[in-house]
């Protein structure tokens, strides 16, 4: 996949701010940028095509930017802007609206209204995740979607809290992706987007059913994952939290190709993988990290251990103290 990489940091002084003011009007859309303190100014970007989405990985010191009414005559790609501010805080004035915004809120901008804004403070940089994509692309009227410009909303437990795991760990693993795999990024991201949309403006009928069956199922995945200590986790137990039938919950998973309970179990050994390689939990029972995740039997949890990754478990740990674990 796709994957530009911008950075000040070997820049002279002088030439930091009007390369990234030429770099950020080529890959986001173009806007007047201003900075206080140039002489200050540090930035850096990651930004990954995958297709009809682009995520972009920002870190910057104070800028004020405005996007005028003559800049979008001139050139207006027709997308919404959705950040996810991971740190620092700001302000934007767009659509009549006013509103300050801080780390752990999402907030949306659209390409095709003017707008003023500033990020800061000086000091540690601004940061953020953005995800870019095209008004027409969410299956939202929008209309309906503008009334979230400017208009900043936090991320808390639920589908806000599963869209922002879900574009922290895209960030952290999308130079990975295939193609195939990012076509297929994409189309989960803008599900969850449109889901999460919907839930802010009370508007879950105007969802694809597609849009709301792929929210539902990335919110049971985020259940699951945060419950795989408890041994007694089950399709039940699932189901009832979700308020949908057991059936039902096994179609869901049928459509990706595994049960619930293989699922439930890849996620518990891809846990303990990770858990057994940790120097920091060396000196940890092996059937303590098992019992951790939710393997009750140490004798079942070697051998489907094995079966996933064609080892026991204390071979993948000793492999991984040697520094010579498979990835």
């Not at 930091?16 to 200050?40: G, V």
């Not at 076509?183 to 989960?188: N, Y």
Request: hydrophobic fraction near 45%; aromatic fraction near 8%.
């Amino acid at each position: 996949m796709k994957i530009l990489e911008w950075s000040t940091r070997n820049l002279a002084v002088g030439d930091r701010f009007p390369y990234w003011y030429d770099t950020m009007s080529q890959a986001h859309l173009q806007a007047w940028l201003d900075t206080e303190h140039p002489a200050r100014f540090h930035a850096s970007a990651r930004v990954f095509d995958l297709g009809t989405v682009q995520l972009s990985l920002m870190s910057h010191h104070t800028l004020r930017v405005n996007r005028t009414a003559k800049l979008i005559r001139q050139s207006d790609p027709e997308i919404f802007q959705l950040h996810l501010l991971l740190g620092g805080a700001g302000g934007l004035r767009q659509a009549g609206r006013d509103a300050t915004f801080r780390a752990g809120q999402f907030l949306t901008i659209d390409s095709s209204r003017p707008y003023q804004g500033w990020r800061g403070p000086d000091g540690d940089p601004a940061k953020s995740l953005v995800v870019q994509f095209p008004r027409a692309a969410l299956g939202l009227r929008a209309g309906v979607v503008g009334r979230l410009a400017a208009a900043p909303f936090p991320v808390r437990p639920g589908i806000t809290g599963v869209l922002a795991g879900h574009l922290r760990h895209l960030a952290d693993n999308a130079g990975d992706l295939t193609p195939p795999d990012a076509r297929a990024v994409a189309a989960v991201t803008l599900d969850l987007i449109a889901a999460a949309y919907a839930g802010r403006l009370d508007a879950d009928d105007a969802l694809t059913p597609e849009a709301r069956r792929q929210a539902l199922l990335s919110l049971i995945h985020d259940f699951i994952r945060r419950r795989l200590g408890d041994p007694d986790l089950t399709p039940e137990t699932i189901a009832a939290a979700h308020q949908i039938s057991v059936r039902h919950l096994y179609t869901l998973f049928a459509e990706q190709g595994l049960t619930v309970a293989a699922w439930i179990r890849r996620c518990r050994l891809e846990q303990c993988h990770r858990d057994l390689a940790d120097p920091r939990q060396r000196a940890l029972p092996i059937h303590s990290v098992a019992a951790r995740w939710g393997f009750t039997d140490a004798a079942n949890f070697s051998r489907a251990f094995r079966a996933a990754y064609g080892m026991s478990p204390r071979d993948h740990r000793d492999l991984a103290a040697a520094g010579r674990a498979p990835g």
